[in-house]
């Protein structure tokens, strides 16, 4: 056998799925206009919850009944406080026999409201956050911000705020020095060039005019908190009661002249939650019962009761189970999940932070990570020999370009994901998404060869 040969039979390299597959390029821009307009309609987990039960209740599914008899092709879903959701297609085979996985998250890095956020200094009214997640404070200034979320009031009436995404309606910023008067701030870490207690967030500018002339000690917060009153009926001891986010304002866009990559905010993890999501309802007849998990809390390590640290989906697996006879235990250690969560595509710009032979490439297909982690794999579930030779086999039996990825260099850094407490529950796992460029920024870039290829990854896993 010559070299050539030799070559190609003995070693391997993701190839470029422009080059190798271009039939995939329009297939993969009609997929992600859908996607698209989920990123645009989706900027907090509630919303996401919300589309997804539009999306599923369109498709037939029904929320869960403990007291129903499923059979067959049934398709029911469960909604944990409004913040995660999990949604599952009735297979062939007998429960005990496992289930499909496919947990993905719908919580991003953002800008959360203190519970006492609003106030006023030298006639400017502020909202004052504490972010949630791993952002990189300096990127947040002078960004174009929404606010979403909801108030709980004393009457008990429950208060939907949107401001900011719709043509005409005001938005928010935070304020970074000029550089002319940036002397010392530039002497900062670049870590510390917006502090936490910096990201204060203008809401107002204009004084309540009164119009007895009585003197007002806080005027811009005073109308800026009128005129909240007048949109939601609010007062500023509801803020005591309310989830309020502030993420940015951008639309889902394409990027490039080519139109290959899509740039948005909260593509960590809203792509893969999107692309489980339609290869969910895309399953008619699958063999294994599948169970798609959108969750929450994540990028603060999946604590709390709608996050994967909690029993939630647990309980919904012995639900399930119930309702065909079948035993939990069993049910879950012969399962296998799919922790779809995204990982760094290798940045050219950043080299140095990469291990280029072990990263993850942009237009290469979805990344099969089998560790997360950081130094020494701290943090990852390391998903056995098996269960990456069930999920490689399961890709390439189905035409679904895939490659191999790592977030980052060895002593770089890290991050981990949702594997390690599937794994906890007895469920083989192994972390497979799509390559993020500007992870975590308030814009990201996914391109959208690999977002189709992840969606067909999981429409393949659930077959």
Request: charged share 25%; net charge negative.
């Amino acid at each position: 056998m010559n070299g050539k040969d030799l070559e190609k039979a003995l070693l391997w390299e993701a190839p470029h799925i422009g080059e190798k597959a271009p039939e995939q390029i329009p297939e993969a821009q009609n997929f992600c206009e859908g996607y698209k307009t989920f990123l645009n309609e989706g900027k907090t987990e509630r919303e996401c919850v919300k589309k997804a039960v539009s999306l599923l209740t369109n498709a037939g599914y029904k929320e869960f009944d403990p007291k129903a008899s499923y059979k067959l092709g049934d398709k029911i879903y469960w909604v944990n406080r409004k913040k995660a959701i999990i949604a599952s297609t009735i297979g062939t085979k007998d429960l005990n026999e496992g289930l499909r996985m496919n947990g993905a998250h719908i919580d991003s890095p953002r800008l959360d409201l203190k519970p006492n956020p609003l106030f006023e200094k030298d006639e400017i009214a502020y909202l004052k956050p504490h972010y949630y997640g791993g952002i990189r404070k300096y990127q947040w200034g002078t960004v174009p911000l929404s606010m979403h979320g909801v108030v709980m009031k004393a009457d008990g009436e429950t208060v939907e705020v949107s401001i900011g995404e719709k043509e005409g309606d005001p938005q928010f910023c935070v304020t970074d020095l000029l550089p002319h008067l940036a002397a010392e701030q530039n002497g900062r870490k670049l870590g510390e060039g917006l502090k936490g207690e910096e990201l204060n967030i203008i809401i107002g500018s204009i004084p309540y005019h009164d119009e007895e002339n009585e003197k007002i000690k806080n005027p811009a917060k005073l109308l800026a908190m009128k005129l909240l009153n007048d949109r939601y009926g609010i007062t500023e001891k509801d803020f005591t009661r309310a989830e309020i986010e502030m993420v940015p304002a951008y639309k889902a866009v394409d990027i490039g002249l080519d139109r290959g990559l899509i740039g948005s905010y909260g593509q960590d993890d809203r792509v893969c939650a999107y692309t489980a999501l339609m290869a969910e309802i895309a399953a008619k007849n699958p063999e294994h019962t599948t169970f798609t998990i959108l969750t929450d809390k994540e990028e603060i390590g999946s604590v709390g009761n709608t996050g994967l640290h909690s029993d939630y989906v647990h309980h919904a697996v012995e639900d399930l189970a119930e309702s065909f006879g079948a035993d939990t235990k069993t049910v879950l250690r012969h399962s296998i999940c799919l922790s779809s969560d995204v990982n760094a595509a290798y940045d050219p710009t950043f080299a140095s932070v990469y291990e280029n032979r072990n990263s993850s490439y942009v237009n290469k297909g979805c990344v099969l990570t089998k560790y997360t982690g950081a130094r020494g794999k701290s943090g990852s579930s390391d998903a056995s020999a098996e269960t990456m030779a069930k999920v490689i086999g399961i890709m390439e039996e189905n035409g679904v370009y895939w490659q191999t990825g790592e977030l980052g260099a060895v002593d770089a850094g890290g991050g981990g994901t949702i594997a390690q407490f599937v794994a906890m529950m007895d469920v083989d796992v192994v972390d497979l998404g799509v390559p993020i460029l500007s992870m975590h920024a308030p814009f990201e870039l996914a391109s959208k060869l690999d977002v189709y290829n992840t969606y067909k990854a999981f429409c393949a896993f659930y077959k």
